[in-house]
């Protein structure tokens, strides 16, 4: 079991909970040693020169979220504001171009985020296969935004 992740979901319990009773506290000391036992994550070393490194590029893929997810809010804006409604939906497989499945989940969730487009499943080897409400826009476009998020999420949790 993993000391500091009981220490942390503890410490997260007590503050979502903000209720400092006894029961309370052994309560959430129970609930998140359970949680640690369930999910039992391997071993991670963090490297102390990794974090500026690391954080600069969580920042950076919040923004490149937050921009998709404005980008694709206009575009449905447009589909639907148009009196044609020229939607033309499809589903298209994106590779997400890495072995890491928590990277693939989070550019999956990105993708999901963003409006006009859903991660409806992933394949044995990655690929996403995303509903999308405008097919015309060329597969390279999503390509090209997976890439940056794929990049940018094995910046963060890469080693030197």
Request: proline share 8%; net charge negative.
């Amino acid at each position: 079991m993993q000391p500091w992740m009981v220490l942390v979901l503890w410490l997260v319990y007590l503050a979502l909970s903000a209720n400092f009773e006894l029961r309370n506290v052994v309560l959430g000391l129970l609930i998140a040693g359970g949680i640690t036992a369930l999910v039992h994550p391997a071993p991670y070393r963090i490297e102390p020169q990794r974090v500026p490194a690391a954080v600069w590029a969580a920042v950076r893929y919040v923004f490149v979220v937050a921009k998709d997810v404005l980008e694709g809010g206009l575009q449905v804006a447009r589909l639907t504001l148009d009196p044609k409604l020229p939607i033309h939906p499809a589903i298209i497989a994106i590779p997400s171009g890495t072995e890491s499945e928590m990277a693939t989940a989070l550019s999956a969730h990105a993708i999901t985020l963003s409006p006009g487009a859903m991660v409806m499943e992933i394949g044995d080897h990655g690929a996403m296969y995303t509903h999308t409400l405008d097919v015309t826009v060329p597969d390279e476009v999503y390509f090209e935004m997976q890439a940056r998020r794929r990049d940018l999420l094995m910046e963060i949790a890469s080693e030197p």
